[in-house]
Every structure is written in structure tokens, then in C-alpha cells.
T-cell receptor, first 114, second 116 residues
Framework: NAGVTQTPKFQVLKTGQSMTLQCAQDMNHNSMYWYRQDPGMGLRLIYYSASEGTTDKGEVPNGYNVSRLNKREFSLRLESAAPSQTSVYFC?????????????FGPGTRLTVL | GQQLNQSPQSMFIQEGEDVSMNCTSSSIFNTWLWYKQEPGEGPVLLIALYKAGELTSNGRLTAQFGITRKDSFLNISASIPSDVGIYFCAGREGDAGGTSYGKLTFGQGTILTVHP
């Protein structure tokens, strides 16, 4: 099992450009999450998908859109990148069933917006 | 939204020393999780706690779910250089069950440096 995979690992964009961050998990998890990590602020939830076909806003959704393509894949899109979106982005998934709350993270995408 | 207060923000210790860090919240949590993040990597789950008062160990790591359900601590005994990293607490608010879809709140992290 690869767990949670993310592409790309690094990306540099100019202000106004768009891009999609890809995430996939092979653990058959129902729920998937997108976080951003900024220095001194821990991880903040951007969007989540409780199950295939559903998505909901998290704490900091402005400037982002998501797509839950199927059970395995959950993508994050920046339509018009801004320097404030320079950050490290992590995708995570949560095991299904019961009341488990453990989330498993991918290796991250390091995004710089100039 | 809910915030977790994690302390200390950073620690500089000698190899072999014990380490203690904690997280507190203003509301009740039903789950506490502890993660470690190494440079350039994603957070890796160390310990999961689901019951008030629960004490769980994972090798040299021990974590406890506070009786009040508003705090948790993580201890590392006999630290070694590979313990270096950022340690995050995370929690899920409320009583067991509910419909928060497993959303977690994260602490700001404790940066641990171990000198050989």
C-alpha cells in the first residue's frame, strides 16, 4: 500500500495562474481532507469530503475549490493563485466505520506563489 | 473556531533526557491524537487516545487523555537524535459519535531539537 500520495511535490506559480493539486489514497477510506500548513499555525482545514460525492468547507476555504473524483481521489484547485496561498498543502484520509478519527497524511505539496 | 494551545513551542534538549509536552482546549474533546512531522514530510500518527484517563505507550512515547477531556500530554523518555521534529496534538470536539465527519483541530506544534 502506498497510503496517501500527492502530486506535485513542489510547484511555483505566478499570481493569477491556476493549478490543481492531486491526492489519492489506496486504503479504501471514505473521508478525505485538504489542509494547509503555515509557520506557527499548525494545520488548518481547507475542505473535506466525508464520502464520495460530497464536499464541505473547512476553516479556510476561500480561494480554493475541490473535487472528489471517486473514492480514491480528492483534488484541490486554485483558480487564481495569490501570494497568500504560498504554503505547504497536505491531503489526508480517515479510516471508515466506527468512530475512528485517525487521519493519515500524504507527503505534501510545497507551493510558492510569486 | 476552536483552538488548541500546545506547549512548549520549542524545546532544546540533550540526548538521553526526557521530554514532556501538552495540549489544552477550552471545550471537551472525544479524541486526542499525537503526530510527528519530520522536515519535508507529512505528519505521521504516533498515538491515538479515545477515552478520558487513557494512558497509551508506543515504545519510548507515552500519551494520556486528560480526565477533564480538555487536555492531553505526550512524554518521550530517553530522547535520541532521531526524535527531532515537530510534534502536533490534534483533537476532535464533542462527545462520541456525532456528525463532524472526523474533523480535527490541530495545535501549533512543538519543535523538538535533540543535541547528541
Amino acid at each position: 500500500n502506498a497510503g496517501v500520495t500527492q502530486t506535485p511535490k513542489f510547484q511555483v506559480l505566478k499570481t493569477g495562474q491556476s493549478m490543481t493539486l492531486q491526492c489519492a489514497q489506496d486504503m479504501n477510506h471514505n473521508s478525505m481532507y485538504w489542509y494547509r500548513q503555515d509557520p506557527g499555525m499548525g494545520l488548518r482545514l481547507i475542505y473535506y469530503s466525508a464520502s464520495e460525492g460530497t464536499t464541505d468547507k473547512g476553516e479556510v476555504p476561500n480561494g480554493y475549490n475541490v473535487s472528489r473524483l471517486n473514492k480514491r481521489e480528492f483534488s484541490l484547485r486554485l483558480e487564481s493563485a495569490a501570494p497568500s496561498q504560498t504554503s505547504v498543502y497536505f491531503c489526508a484520509s480517515r479510516r471508515s466505520g466506527g468512530d475512528y478519527n485517525e487521519q493519515f497524511f500524504g507527503p505534501g505539496t510545497r507551493l510558492t506563489v510569486l | 473556531g476552536q483552538q488548541l494551545n500546545q506547549s512548549p513551542q520549542s524545546m532544546f534538549i540533550q540526548e538521553g533526557e526526557d521530554v514532556s509536552m501538552n495540549c489544552t482546549s477550552s471545550s471537551i474533546f472525544n479524541t486526542w491524537l499525537w503526530y510527528k512531522q519530520e522536515p519535508g514530510e507529512g505528519p505521521v500518527l504516533l498515538i491515538a487516545l479515545y477515552k478520558a484517563g487513557e494512558l497509551t505507550s508506543n515504545g519510548r512515547l507515552t500519551a494520556q487523555f486528560g480526565i477533564t477531556r480538555k487536555d492531553s500530554f505526550l512524554n518521550i523518555s530517553a530522547s535520541i537524535p532521531s526524535d527531532v521534529g515537530i510534534y502536533f496534538c490534534a483533537g476532535r470536539e464533542g462527545d462520541a459519535g456525532g456528525t463532524s465527519y472526523g474533523k480535527l483541530t490541530f495545535g501549533q506544534g512543538t519543535i523538538l531539537t535533540v543535541h547528541p
